[in-house]
């Protein structure tokens, strides 16, 4: 997966869940290889939304309950989650939580995180991406040399929407965004 543009967009989508956030924390992880490139793409999307970042650089699980007690005190609008090993099953599902009772809104990087209570997701349908592996698969136990097969990013991306954390939180999602979500959980 091509997590770097993904930044981005999952950025401009947040924007337009919730357009009058303008303090954004992004939770990070320094060893991610994926996520200082991250950063930088995020900064032409800073000049354009109108954003300030403020970066909280999370290395474990255990950060997590740190990382949101400061994003709290100190006053930010919402979150971006870049997409991480922490970040999936248990933790994502821990980044919800906190987000919850913190009240903080926010894009996660996993569908599995708005589906445990985030606010929303952005990222590659890993269902697709399973389907896709199974013909690298096929091609390898074919006789092909995995050197000589080509590099595929993803090409099948999910917005889902958790209304129920919109809801709790008191935050209305516009209707042109919940047009475009590929899964809205009520």
Not at 86 to 114: C, H, I, M, T, W
Not at 127 to 132: C, G, I, K, N, Q
Not at 165 to 185: F, S
């Amino acid at each position: 997966m091509l997590l770097t543009e993904l930044a981005a967009k999952e950025l401009e989508l947040f924007k337009d869940a919730v357009p009058q956030a303008t303090r954004i924390g992004v939770l990070w992880n320094p060893t991610t290889p994926s996520h200082s490139p991250a950063l930088h793409a995020l900064d032409g999307a800073v000049k354009n939304l109108g954003v300030q970042l403020r970066l909280m650089p999370t290395s474990t699980t255990a950060d997590f309950d740190q990382v949101f007690a400061t994003m709290a005190e100190e006053h930010l609008d919402g979150l971006l989650v870049l997409a991480s090993p922490l970040g999936y099953s248990s933790g994502g599902a821990r980044q919800a939580e906190l987000a919850l009772n913190y009240r903080l809104p926010g894009v996660f990087g996993f569908k599995d995180n708005a589906e445990a209570g985030g606010l929303m997701s952005y990222s590659a349908d890993i269902l697709d991406l399973y389907r896709r592996a199974a013909t690298y698969i096929d091609k390898i136990l074919k006789g092909e040399k995995p050197a000589d097969l080509p590099v595929e990013q993803a090409s099948k991306y999910e917005l889902v929407i958790n209304l129920n954390t919109a809801k709790a939180m008191g935050i209305t999602i516009p209707a042109t965004l919940l047009a475009r979500a590929d899964e809205v959980i009520e």
